[in-house]
Nanobody, 121 residues
Framework: QVQLVESGGGLVQTGGSLRLSCAASGRIFGINSMGWYRQAPGKQRELVAIISSGGSTHYVDSLKGRFTISRDNAKNMLYLQMNSLKSEDTAVYYC???????????????WGQGTQVTVSS
């Protein structure tokens, strides 16, 4: 069984920083792309950033320069460094991974349960 578990969310003041982590565990044989999404109250889930297994990154234009996605392939970890946070960054942040798992070496996409980030003014 594969699990993605996010951590690092919390309450922060406008202009502050947070670092989110996502740990992938289980019978994993390889991880392709990984990413962060977020969902604000009353809004649809939206992409924040993705990173390939080789480290290539893609960000939503509006977040470039403030957010940085990274990963540690040896530890099956994904990170999101968020700086200069704004009230509109308030959302539940989810990590996702496209990976090879199980004895049958199946490929699938998995999601974490989410971590709340609240930015107060």
């Amino acid at each position: 069984q594969v699990q993605l578990v996010e951590s690092g969310g919390g309450l922060v003041q406008t202009g502050g920083s947070l670092r989110l982590s996502c740990a992938a565990s289980g019978r994993i044989f390889g991880i392709n792309s990984m990413g962060w999404y977020r969902q604000a109250p009353g809004k649809q889930r939206e992409l924040v950033a993705i990173i390939s297994s080789g480290g290539s990154t893609h960000y939503v234009d509006s977040l470039k320069g403030r957010f940085t996605i990274s990963r540690d392939n040896a530890k099956n970890m994904l990170y999101l460094q968020m700086n200069s946070l704004k009230s509109e960054d308030t959302a539940v942040y989810y990590c996702t991974a496209d990976l090879i798992y199980g004895l049958g070496r199946r490929q699938g996409e998995f999601w974490g349960q989410g971590t709340q980030v609240t930015v107060s003014s």
